[in-house]
T-cell receptor, first 115, second 112 residues
Framework: DTGVSQDPRHKITKRGQNVTFRCDPI?????LYWYRQTLGQGPEFLTY????????KSRLLSDRFSAERPKGSFSTLEIQRTEQGDSAMYLC?????????????FGQGTRLTVV | GNSVTQMEGPVTLSEEAFLTINCTYT??????LFWYVQYPGEGLQLLLK?????DKGSNKGFEATYRKETTSFHLEKGSVQVSDSAVYFC???????????FGAGTRLFVKA
């Protein structure tokens, strides 16, 4: 296992189109997270899953955004009717809950550009 | 608001200089603290961590000590190299420990 992988690495889309990103976490990790990072800022939490259950969603995640993790393994993040403000790097991370040791391992991200 | 505050960059140093990047946090309870690094064109990588007060995290010559009394987790390195040029993010877990809250990042440039 080579770590968290995300696909695609880059996506350019026209405003109003729908896009879907995929994340494959480290195989034994039961937690999966989505973050968004804009230029010059740190990653901002969007949502997280423990196994297949989505346990928290940030207020940043408008109703145009939906995330799934149907079998507790890979996850998808869909953005409907994209807007220019959605342009950002979307990061996926995974971790294994073990006491206090909850460090997250990040993928390389999907860079979305909405034109 | 953001509960992790780190010094603004960019920080520009000459090779072999001493590095300090300040980080303070606000939290209830006892979060775990982290420094992540993002090299140009690469993803976020965990650099070091500390899970309780007075713990010192260290890796690749970098160190940071969990100071509960000052709610700080400053990153230090005694002698930086050009290859240390990157963006450094201070972070903490939230209460409950299921998500990571990041600072805005500090860009470091090291000149030969």
């Amino acid at each position: 296992d080579t770590g968290v992988s995300q696909d695609p690495r880059h996506k350019i889309t026209k405003r109003g189109q729908n896009v879907t990103f995929r994340c494959d976490p480290i195989s034994e990790h039961n937690r999966l997270y989505w973050y968004r990072q804009t230029l010059g800022q740190g990653p901002e939490f969007l949502t997280y899953f423990q196994n297949e259950a989505q346990l928290e969603k940030s207020r940043l995640l408008s109703d145009r955004f939906s995330a799934e993790r149907p079998k507790g393994s890979f996850s998808t993040l869909e953005i409907q009717r994209t807007e220019q403000g959605d342009s950002a790097m979307y990061l996926c991370a995974s971790s294994f809950r073990r006491g206090q040791d909850t460090e997250a391992f990040f993928g390389q991200g999907t860079r979305l550009t909405v034109v | 608001g953001n509960s992790v505050t780190q010094m603004e960059g960019p920080v520009t140093l000459s090779e072999e200089a001493f590095l300090t990047i300040n980080c303070t946090y606000t939290a209830t309870g006892y979060p775990s603290l982290f420094w992540y690094v993002q090299y140009p064109g690469e993803g976020l990588q965990l650099l070091l961590k500390a899970t309780k007060a007075d713990d010192k995290g260290s890796n690749k010559g970098f160190e940071a000590t969990y100071r509960k009394e000052t709610t700080s987790f400053h990153l230090e390195k005694g002698s930086v190299q050009v290859s240390d040029s990157a963006v450094y993010f201070c972070a903490r877990t939230n209460t409950g420990g299921f998500k990571t809250i990041f600072g805005a990042g500090t860009r470091l440039f090291v000149k030969a």
